[in-house]
C-alpha cells in the first residue's frame, strides 16, 4: 500500500471520520508540544501519522511531504528508534513535569494517578531503541 506501513484504511466512513479526528486531535497535541517543552512532539505527530494511515491517504501523504514531521516520521518506520538526544530530552522534560505536579498537585488521587503516567511512559521510553545521529558519527567508525 504505497508508503503506508501495513496500514488498512478503516473501514466504514464512520470509522475513517473518527480517525481523522483522533489525527488532527494528536497533530494538534504535537503542535502544542513545539511551544511547551513538557509535551512531546514526535509521539503525538507519529500518532497522528498512523491515525492518517487508516483513514486518509491525503493527510497522511501530506504529513510525511512536511519539512519538519516527514523526516521522523519516516525514520521511525524504517528503524523503529529514536535519537539518543530527544530521548534524553524526553525524559528530562517528563521527569521535570512530573516533579512539579508532585509538588504542585494538592491531590494524593491525582499525584498517585500522575506518578503511575510517568513510570508508564518512562518505561515505554526506555524500551524504545535510539540511536546516534548521523552527524555525531563522522570520524568514526561504525
Known sequence: MDSRTD???AGSRVKRALWVGLGTLCLGLGLV???LPVMPTTVFVLLAAYCYARSSPRLYDRL???????PTIRRWQAQRAMPRWAKRV??????????VGML??????ARAA???AAALLI??????????PASSRRGKSV
Open 33 to 35: 508540544g513545539l511551544l
Open 64 to 70: 510525511l511531504r512536511h519539512p519538519r514531521f516527514g
Open 90 to 99: 524526553a525524559l528530562t522534560a517528563l521527569l521535570g513535569g512530573t516533579a
Open 114 to 116: 500522575l506518578a503511575l
Open 104 to 109: 504542585t498537585v494538592p491531590s494524593s488521587w
Open 123 to 132: 518505561a515505554v521510553l526506555l524500551r524504545i531503541p535510539s540511536y546516534a
Open 7 to 9: 496500514a488498512k484504511l
